[in-house]
């Protein structure tokens, strides 16, 4: 059974995998996922709209006061809703191994261009329109940097983001480009293991090390969370052992470190306890989902609620806040809140249909098209 998990027939499994048991469950959605995926948008919009500004802690304000006294409650609960983020990269983890097993490379490219490009590039067109049409809240780029942003490629070249939140996509770049020598390889539980070790070890020791270009390619900042990701998965597809809560618990301690550094270099509004407390409930949940626990919640809805998670994150920021800073003299501070995060939830809902479905639909028939005159032209060769 053993080597049937690793697709090895006729050798001995090394030491590293006799924890795997044969492959447990392959199939059917988790719903509960894009429930999940979801929230974490609402929690990150809800952070960027509420939660990012207090008297003692001034940073960039939308309103013309801080929102600490302006609605105290809401700003209490807001000002934790970055760590949606750290919930995204985790749950990337786990749904980017769970797609991506028995795949090819090829395949997995083509995945993940049709899935990232379509919504991003009507965001950064909308975005940018916004930021015209509201002007003095965000500073404009120049058209060559909006059109590098196109790419999804511009923080390896020094240009600025069109939105601020474009950041993480160059974490989950890095992410798929690591991942993908894994694919080449064929996924297997020894293999996604090792990766784990491997990547966490070289995370940890490439800062230390003060090289730049393997931190650039290790994610220090990011990888124990997908590392999280990935070995939650292996728990739902081969069963729990104690090397996967090993690595798990290792993600955990070094998660909360990162979220400590992050509070104190960049979001300042909230605090440890309280955001390792969300950090480990929300792990705990993962490992519920992982050993089947959430099997049994099938709402279709669910599934439309996660195809809006990716638009909604990607036009939410830059242009909400500066309709914000626009508006916020003419209604309820709530009230104002609750109605830009429905319209941009109904904008991400028609990205979605009218955009991200037939784009990609487009792309996956070219991009197959163009991988089989390659292969012709190799076979010809």
């Known amino acids: 059974m053993l080597e049937r998990a690793e697709g090895r027939s006729g050798r001995p499994l090394p030491p590293l995998a006799v924890a795997a048991p044969a492959g447990k469950r392959t199939g059917g959605r988790l719903y509960v996922i894009d429930g999940i995926r979801l929230l974490a948008a609402l929690m990150v919009a809800a952070h960027h709209y509420a939660g990012t500004w207090r008297a003692d802690r001034p940073g960039n304000p939308i309103w013309d006061r801080p929102v600490s006294e302006i609605m105290p409650t809401v700003f ?55 930021l015209i049409a509201v ?169 439309t609620a996660g195809a809006l998670t990716y638009p909604l994150y990607l036009v939410h920021y830059a242009a909400g806040t500066a309709l914000i800073a626009r508006l916020h003299g003419t209604m309820d501070a709530r009230l104002l809140i609750a109605l830009i995060i429905t319209g941009f939830l109904l904008l991400s809902y028609l990205v979605h249909r009218f955009v991200e479905r037939p784009v990609s639909r487009l792309l996956k028939k070219g991009l197959d098209t163009s991988f089989a005159r390659l292969r012709a032209a190799e076979n010809r060769a």
Request: proline share 2%; net charge positive.
């Open 76 to 130: 209490r609960v807001a000002s934790y809703g970055w760590i949606g983020v750290e919930i995204f990269f985790v749950i990337s983890g786990f749904v980017i191994c769970m797609s991506c097993w028995g795949r090819t490379p090829r395949q997995f490219f083509i995945s993940r261009v049709i899935r990232l490009y379509p919504a991003y590039w009507f965001a950064v067109a909308f975005t940018t329109a916004v």
């Open 135 to 303: 002007p003095g809240v965000w500073e404009r780029l120049r058209l060559r940097e909006v059109l590098l942003n196109l790419t999804m490629l511009q923080s390896g070249s020094g240009v600025a983001n069109v939105d601020g939140v474009y950041w993480t996509l160059w974490s989950e770049l890095r992410f798929y480009l690591l991942f993908l020598v894994v694919v080449a390889m064929g996924l297997t539980y020894r293999r996604v293991v090792l990766f784990c070790c491997v990547w966490g070890a070289v995370a940890m020791l490439a800062p230390v090390a003060d090289l730049r270009l393997l931190e650039l390619v290790a994610n220090p900042d990011g990888a124990w969370y997908f590392i999280a990701g990935l070995a939650l998965y292996l728990m739902h597809r081969f069963g729990q052992d104690l090397l996967l809560w090993g690595i798990l618990a290792m993600a955990w301690l070094m998660g909360q470190m990162e979220l400590g550094k992050r509070i104190e270099e960049v979001e300042r509004v909230s605090g440890w306890r309280g955001s390792v407390a969300i950090f480990t409930v929300f792990l705990l949940f993962m490992v519920a989902v992982a050993l089947g626990h959430t099997d049994r919640v099938r709402w279709r809805w669910l599934v």
